[in-house]
């Protein structure tokens, strides 16, 4: 609750337009949905631009579909991550609409369509393995009303793959680097850009990846200014800030 | 070179105004001054937004005077990071004007002063051993040209602390978090405000810190959505992309 | 055997109660119930508060049935944590009226029910992921004897959720918090109440958690002095402190 | 701020008592006292049972000392750990009164004795190496109220030393176990009493210690219930703790 | 090839009773069998006192059986580690009379008894989840042709347990302990006894025990004097060094 | 594109021979082949002397056989990695005349036989464990065109097998030694001849060995001057720079 | 205290010899010298074969010197590891006849000499680099009793180096193996004698020995059967092992 | 000793030309300088192709000045690496004649001047910072006998330097390339030329570099086939192996 919101109420308090209790309960509660199990927080877009998103590992089909039904049924739109195709049949089911993203592991519904704009976030991927989580980042930009430009498998292996695409990175508002293994693309492409770049280690590969610490070190250590990084395999919360950044 | 750039070039070599040798070098040859032991990079400002910066630990007093100066007398700005006092003193011999910020330990030469601007970076730290760290972003990113609010010692152990000045941390354009320890203040500070939150992990503390580990992970972590991490005591590089975002 | 026992068996020895050989047995025993795969500690209630409890991963359904049965035949209650339903129904055959708990993956029997108290345990966690382990920890204490609050769902990517409660968890007489991730809850709620914290680090999540690394170091340098740590995913152990300190 | 201080304003400015504007700042305010580089807490003690202690690492003498000025201009107590005699004399110019504990490495200043107390906290270590960190525990508990009683030098590598010492470690109201190397003293503490047991991991070691790495992690293992564990060498931390639990 | 045998070689070879060309083949090969896949060291046992022991895992049933088989038909005895119910089955078709040890996993053909003995080996665990490692270095050394004696979870959490049997660890010519989570038993016990003490840490636990690495380092850094390690859950290996010293 | 090339070029454009926008594309795109979820770098082998090799783990049987059928249309050899057999016949659709190397998990598909070489590279190996990755060098090399010489099984615990091969081994150009567990076969190959080795760390194995580090950090860490590594398990990477080295 | 003692003691009290209050005294404490800051285990000789030996890291001269003279003044040996020749200077003023070993960092005093023997411990080391912890454990096993060879210097860069004195080597009682780096010589020797081998890795290295952790790791993994390992550098563990089982 | 070697001992033996216990010597021992801390390897230019080179740390200014006497004396060529100039002066007394490399750290003496070379080794290196380690490569190799090419702080942050200087290192008969941070370098460089790359991660950097270990994890997960690594900071044995390829 805002200072503003504060003396907005106290000045109705004051006039006597709300009772004692019920300011007391605006002042000490807020934007909250209890569910037993969970607790929906309904005013987190507001308060940081990023609506509640549900995380589906760990929970059962029944339970993403009841969160899910019950954003929907506030005519909120609705964003599950890392969700199987069977947590999509059971969310189908109270939310008409929804829409399964294969490769992004991702549930999305929303109503209505986004506006066309000029900025876009550039999502550039070093490898095929690095797909899933480039689209993870993707489709949670799009469902922000951010607009996505893919650029993929142009790690520095081949280099020349990306320069030949040098100009659509470098006319983003903000860039996201996906890779795996080494992680050099997030340095190269550090290096040739003059707007922020969000790095995203992939855990894809083998043995002294560690699971995707190998990417994630060189990216914390990249050497071109400009550059931050989020958790091993974290495309959404890459497209997260992405879409602040753009918006 | 991007193409606008060899699209001219190849005009003006089919017009006969440039020779062929000199189209060749052109094209094979950028932005580079040789001095031995080091190789300047003199167009990196034009191509990412941050001028060529100097990390001083490795190197010499001298060397460091040397590159400085070589920088000065091309006419370009000078920020040094991770400097002693001794180092300075060599430095400003060849940089007259040239500044120390004792608690940042960094060399900061600028020839002209900013215009004020009403976007700003708020950097906020979490105790009064993160002052370093946070000294460093703040100058840094006053070097690159932006305004930045300090808002330090603010940590959840007391946690009103923070909600006292929230108001000036959301309006920021992008808000840099310095936390060591656990590196809880980057969530919650996260979880409060609609701007990129770029976090910064401190290696201030002992035990199971690991050296900065413990907050490296958490803020790596992080619940709040919208927050990004940078190399553990990097205030540098959270200043670079906080400008990026900032302009 | 504590000095008092020694001193009235030596006393009925000197006054020829007890004889030579049962003396020295009694000296050089304890309470061990042999099994053959197993050594049951039978007086451990006595000694330390909390009664033998069976761990039961790695267990057969079999020896699990075989342990618990024995327990039962001797009037003792049971607990059988991280226990599968196909291990409980091997159970119930030798104790009737053992009950599962889902969610805290416990089997736990009691003959009698415990009085009602003033004074309870407050169990609060961070997200919908770290329900199995708070339940853990609820059904282990009221196993044990103590009154139990539940306050779930209540991380710090949206705060005013757990300002909303935080009375139920101040009037407590000891507060458990689990959570995973960046772990930050403990920091916040032990720089909020003045009783002590118990944290206890879930590993869920992905990547750079390390299955609870990231919470279990960002709990053991709390920011906030009164908070201590058990294992990753400890429930159980964070129960038994619980109660020893509630009682 | 809690409901029943909110209930109170409200009704005072109800009737007018109090003004708008003071009772928005007093809403949005809390016990802060700025100092520049540091914000204190001066409300800590009433919040957390604790009052606000200095961690000295990381700050001059001159830093420390005016901030325990501050506390002892105010009439508040006074604890200042992992300080060097350097600093205690600095502060001692601050403080008239304040001592130095030369192997806790503290510096104390408290007004009035406390009260004697039948409940104590039973300080154990296992050996020489791990006085510094018992002393910081016994000295902060004593600072906080509590009585303490020390049994040093009792590891398992002679567990009848232990055994001889037992019963004044059983009627302690809560035990510190102070341990390094393989720390297997905690745990059989842990199986001897009934009492909660708060485990101090010690970074005094070589080799496959890895700076307390080794002890830390026996103890987060240990197979006694009971035991929970706060940072490698944190004996401030389980002091607090400790103190909460024995008050 | 030793010096002795090297001298009666050249001996021979003197008095012409060896060609040249088998002499030099002689002082260049050695004992060993080659099998395409594999490369049987069948002096093993001659030189080490360890005859060539079979680690089943990576291995076919049929490729296991084949390996068994050849050391059957040479009138070795025959061990094989690590090894399941199904390759059992495979390797008695080629070994009759092989027996099958379920809880040691571990397949052992050996043509006569060995006589009895005094001097034995104890095998001493914490809990009933080290059964499998205890059991694999009880039978080990039984193949190997030493007398062992069993006592099992007698772990440190109830600590009379150990003293009730610790007379006939003491009597043993060597100790092995085996523990997890804590891996505490092997000081303890290391800390009463005057023989060599093998300890194994076990991988049996869970969160912070790293799949054994907590009792791995507990036992490197154990404060009994006397104490060695092995690899995690390589009940085989200590039995070996057992049994060389036992004999 | 090389100097050489560009002047080439720049030549033909000078002359009228090439259009302006032609020269422009020639000058900034490169041996590229998208296909939408990957971007085929068509002359790799051009450039780095190794062909674009495919690593199958990740992709499904039909992108994997797309991409195969891509590179076998036109006219380029094919090389798949980590495939199981079940998308060996997915290829085997799009590449007829491909064939699986079952221990190596290769695919293999080259059109014309190798001319036969003198120099030769030696792939040793410690275990029967280390054959897959081996086998995976081996296979690698010989599909790259380089003769492979295989001495399996002579790991230390038996030396006198290594000696009675070191002459083939010494005869190599290159030495490949896949060793896992303690990884010391490299060290005493390295120490004994006169010509590159080139190590890998093989995961095979338990406990402490931790996937593999156990040999990566011995390998690494080699007394023997002239030994470098590859990422554990990389049989691929290792027969590519020992290709390099041999022709 | 041993089950024959009491029976003895209860034997003595029974028959009127000893009063009740010296029997419950006898039967409650045992072998146990307090020094307020030290608790010395004086009969740990009787208890474990290996008497009370000094760890000097972490203890003051003074304190060192009143320690080592209580030993003296009871007439028992001494050694104190890890000694500076500074700490050496203050015992000899309490232990007269103290001898200082230079390399070993070792104090040792001892009344008489001890015996001549058949039976020795061969210590093996790699390198120079060595020669510390390697003189650490031959000091403290002629301390302890037992006769030892030298062979230094013989690492697997230069096999034949070991080859050379292998006899030495094959016939010793017990062998101890130092080396650092990846320390490949304990499985090479464990291969070729049948004896038992201690391992001690070393932390002498840089980079990727991560402080003796490669060489650490390395011993764990030893392909070679009868080898246990000790922490590192901790020469002084390995030779109590060693005596113990030479003895 | 080879079996040449072997055969025509034998056949002089055989014509009484070599005494029985000379041939047996000879059978036994190689080629050893015994010098009491040390065991000179005198053969090891003809076995490896490389002479003995000194490590210095941890040796005495005496020591490595005795050492490199005796190679200077019998005609041997000299280099320690890891020398300080201390070091040096103490050797120069011994070896007249010897250089010092500051950067490299390196003492090099050879009597003759090697013959010029076509083919020659290139040093790349990414950072200033990598200086140190690049001199120890390009010295060691030119040490050993290789030409070498310098190509210094052309790291990804500024490509284009890179792309400026790629001749140079494509007609390299093998390249080295050095690096700290994430480094990108080797991967980069691995992708554009035909030639083996051996790369050598840096220790320099702070936080997450964690000495090295995250330029280390980026080389051994290079995307780019034909790289293979060094241990942190070893210039010595990338150019050791270098220079075996190269001739």
Chains 1, 2, 3, 4, 5, 6, 7, 8 share one sequence.
Do not use: W
């Not at 998103?53 to 929970?59: A, D, H, L, P, T």
């Not at 339970?63 to 969700?83: F, N």
Request: proline fraction near 3%; include cysteine.
């Amino acid at each position: 609750m805002e200072r503003s919101e504060i003396i907005s109420l106290l000045e109705r308090y004051g006039r006597g337009e709300v009772k004692l209790e019920a300011a007391v309960d605006e002042l000490t509660s807020g934007g909250v949905e209890e569910m037993g199990f969970a607790t929906l927080d309904t005013e987190r877009f507001r308060r940081t631009g990023i609506p509640e998103v549900i995380y589906s590992e760990g929970k059962t089909p029944r339970q993403l579909a009841e969160i899910t039904g019950r954003l929907y049924s506030k005519g909120l739109p609705v964003l599950a991550t890392r969700a199987t195709r069977e947590k999509y049949e059971a969310v189908l089911e109270q939310v008409p609409g929804a829409v399964y993203h294969e490769q992004a592991r991702a549930i999305v519904y929303r109503k209505e369509e986004l506006p066309a704009s000029e900025k876009y976030i550039a999502v550039v991927s070093a490898g095929t393995s690095d797909i899933p989580v480039s689209e993870e980042a993707a489709v949670t930009a799009e469902f922000l009303g951010s607009r996505v430009e893919r650029i993929y498998d142009v790690g520095v292996a081949g280099i020349h793959r990306l320069f030949n695409r040098i100009d659509l990175i470098r006319n983003a508002a903000v860039v996201i680097v996906v890779a795996g293994m080494e992680g050099a693309l997030a340095s190269v492409v550090g290096g040739l850009v003059s707007r922020p770049v969000i790095a995203v280690p992939c855990s894809a590969g083998y043995g002294a990846n560690f699971g995707g610490i190998s990417a994630l070190l060189a990216m914390l250590n990249s050497c071109a200014a400009g550059v931050s990084v989020v958790n091993i395999d974290n495309g959404f919360g890459a497209a997260c800030q992405a879409h602040l950044i753009n918006s």
